[in-house]
Nanobody, 121 residues
Framework: VQLVESGGGLVQAGGSLRLSCAGSGSIFAMNAMAWYRQAPGAVRELVAAISVGGNLYYANSVKGRFTISRDNAKNTLYLQMNSLKPEDTAMYYC????????????????WGQGTQVTVSS
């Protein structure tokens, strides 16, 4: 299984970015998927997740601003990030579980290498 994130970058506060996670060696539609982030000196935190059945989870800090989605035909996971804030600055990771993974609690089995998001004030 290989997960490759893209779409990170430098953006001003209030701006938007869309992260993508392309997968190979697995079928996203059959597995729980998630986006995590880790800021310098902080623990990795769950940002958003989607279950096999399409149930969604969002951290309180991103509710109403971020949207997780999955394109099963392309085996790609997305994170649309709007109204970005400096506190959203972090390395963002795509994660894949299994059919049985609790999409809110994990644990997730496979991880991408991460894509950096930097939001300037």
């Amino acid at each position: 299984v290989q997960l490759v994130e893209s779409g990170g970058g430098l953006v001003q506060a209030g701006g938007s970015l869309r992260l993508s996670c392309a997968g190979s060696g697995s079928i996203f539609a059959m597995n729980a998927m998630a986006w995590y982030r880790q800021a310098p000196g902080a623990v990795r935190e769950l940002v958003a997740a989607i279950s096999v059945g399409g149930n969604l989870y969002y951290a309180n800090s991103v509710k109403g601003r971020f949207t997780i989605s999955r394109d099963n035909a392309k085996n790609t996971l997305y994170l649309q990030m709007n109204s970005l804030k400096p506190e959203d600055t972090a390395m963002y990771y795509c994660a894949e579980g299994s059919y049985y993974t609790d999409y809110e609690r994990g644990p997730y089995d496979y991880w991408g290498q991460g894509t950096q998001v930097t939001v300037s004030s």
